[in-house]
């Protein structure tokens, strides 16, 4: 069974400040890690995927993750927040090999203070 | 290139009624998956569909059914609807070459009262 903790399910930062989102996983097989964004009324958008390749992983947006093996981890950062970047974020996890189906967790809401 | 549509966009049925939700794969995927995200929480697998055939399935109840068309456009049915119901639905869609790359609908809101 696979599953994801996502820590904190509200995060407020200022404009201009890190973002850091925490993600933890647990998998019986080596996963595959995702970060989604939901904006209010949409779908989910992928902002990037590790599929074990390299354990930092850059994606969309100027978002970044990295794969720490050791501590079970895939958190979500950004150097500078935009106030763009309010929406609501989930972590996800899938089986490694094809078509496997994904297991999100419960989403962080975040906020930028202007 | 339209992306994923899906339709209706808002739905109100009342308890016990039936409901069809539709999905249409962004172009050149041939691979369904419906979740169901209820408010607050992330989404939760259905089901996935690939060549017409259910291939995966969730820890969802028999009342939950879909299915796909020659054209990869697919259906969820929900059959004898329960307040617990109420939730955003959302279908994605994927290729058999690139698999791990889902794109989502905006979903369907449906509400039961």
């Known amino acids: 069974a696979q599953s994801v903790t996502q820590l904190g399910s509200h995060v407020s930062v200022s404009e201009g400040a890190l973002v850091l989102l925490r993600c933890n996983y647990s998998?019986?097989?080596?996963?595959?890690l995702f970060w989604y964004v939901q904006y209010p009324n949409q779908g989910l958008q992928l902002l990037l995927k590790?599929?074990?390749?390299?354990?930092l992983v850059k994606g969309i947006n100027g978002f970044e993750a990295e794969f720490k093996k050791s501590e079970t981890s895939f958190h979500l950062t950004k150097p500078s927040a935009h106030m763009s970047d309010a929406a609501e974020y989930f972590c996800?996890?899938?089986?490694?090999?094809?078509?496997?189906?994904?297991?999100f967790g419960t989403g962080t809401r975040l906020t930028i203070i202007p | 290139d339209a992306g994923v549509t899906q339709s209706p966009t808002h739905l109100i049925k009342t308890r016990g009624q039936q409901v069809t939700l539709r999905c249409s794969p962004k172009s050149g995927h041939d691979t369904v998956s419906w979740y169901q995200q209820a408010l607050g929480q992330g989404p939760q697998f259905i089901f996935q569909?690939?060549?017409?055939?259910?291939?995966q399935r969730g820890n969802f109840p028999d009342r939950f059914s879909g299915h796909q068309f020659p054209n990869y456009s697919s259906e969820l049915n929900v059959n004898a609807l329960l307040l617990g119901d109420s939730a955003l639905y959302l279908c994605?869609?994927?290729?058999?070459?690139?698999?791990?790359?889902?794109?989502f609908g905006s979903g369907t809101q449906l509400s039961v009262l």
């Open positions: 996800a996890v899938s089986g490694y090999g094809g078509n496997e189906k994904l297991t």
């Open positions: 998998s019986s097989v080596p996963p595959y």
């Open positions: 590790y599929t074990s390749a390299a354990t």
């Open positions: 994605a869609s994927s290729s058999q070459r690139d698999y791990e790359k889902l794109f």
């Open positions: 569909y690939y060549e017409e055939e259910e291939r």
